[in-house]
Nanobody, 125 residues
Framework: QVQLVESGGGLEQAGGSLRLSCAASGRTFTMGWFRQAPGKEREFVAAISTSGGITPYADPVKGRFTISRDNAKNTVYLQMNSLKPEDTAVYYC?????????????????????WGQGTQVTVSS
């Protein structure tokens, strides 16, 4: 069982930046970030393939957020720039336990086997 621990959330003003980190206790394959705002369903934000060569993003964050990973450290990052109040949510790190060959699996919650506890991101206007 792999454990995921997120860090880096907090309170930021609109237009500012935050960097989230997620450290895995063991080997993982595709990793992703999801978020859940109050009263809403958990939604896909970004994902990164094992090699880092594939990085799909949700449309609302495209061009503002960047996902990256350091496999030597079993860590994935989410650099969030030009933050907006609508980015306010609990951000969850997720990881898959097997290689994937389906592009749709990057965005699907059910494709991920491990989840972190979440970190709060609040963006004030």
């Amino acid at each position: 069982q792999v454990q995921l621990v997120e860090s880096g959330g907090g309170l930021e003003q609109a237009g500012g930046s935050l960097r989230l980190s997620c450290a895995a206790s063991g080997r993982t394959f595709t990793m992703g970030w999801f978020r859940q705002a109050p009263g809403k369903e958990r939604e896909f934000v970004a994902a990164i393939s094992t090699s880092g060569g594939i990085t799909p993003y949700a449309d609302p964050v495209k061009g503002r957020f960047t996902i990256s990973r350091d496999n030597a450290k079993n860590t994935v990052y989410l650099q969030m720039n030009s933050l907006k109040p609508e980015d306010t949510a609990v951000y969850y790190c997720a990881a898959q336990s097997k290689p994937t060959f389906s592009s749709s699996s990057y965005r699907s919650l059910t494709a991920y086997d491990y989840w972190g506890q979440g970190t709060q991101v609040t963006v004030s206007s």
